[in-house]
Nanobody
Framework: QVQLVESGGGLVQAGGSLRLSCAAS????????TGWFRQAPGKEREFVAT????????DYADSMKGRFTISRDNAKNTVYLQMNSLKPEDTAVYYC?????????????????WGQGTQITVSS
């Protein structure tokens, strides 16, 4: 089992950058595919990015490609989401999720463990 805690959210102006962190408990975090999702008010939870347990493979939603970068440091049990060129439409609660697997997954239904979320607000 793994517990996830996100941090790094906040208020930023359009065009700015933020880096989110997802800290995991457990010694086997390197066995978990990890993803970032987001949910805006009144909308469904949306896939942002995912990274394989080794960190070698990544996948992004089309609207995030070139702006967001997912990475991980298994020695620190942490996954990161670097977000650049932020837009007001990126405003949402961002969640970290994990699944014991070697494959990448885009559907939130495929993930077993979730953090509590961190709010990102991008002002225009």
């Amino acid at each position: 089992q793994v517990q996830l805690v996100e941090s790094g959210g906040g208020l930023v102006q359009a065009g700015g950058s933020l880096r989110l962190s997802c800290a995991a408990s457990g010694r086997t975090f390197s066995s978990y595919t990890t993803g970032w999702f987001r949910q805006a008010p009144g909308k469904e939870r949306e896939f942002v990015a995912t990274i394989s347990r080794s960190g070698i493979s990544t996948d992004y939603a089309d609207s995030m490609k070139g702006r967001f970068t997912i990475s991980r440091d298994n020695a620190k049990n942490t996954v990161y989401l670097q977000m650049n060129s932020l837009k007001p439409e990126d405003t949402a609660v961002y969640y970290c999720a994990a699944r014991w697997d070697f494959r990448l997954h885009r559907s939130p239904d495929e993930y077993d463990y979730w953090g509590q979320g961190t709010q990102i607000t991008v002002s225009s």
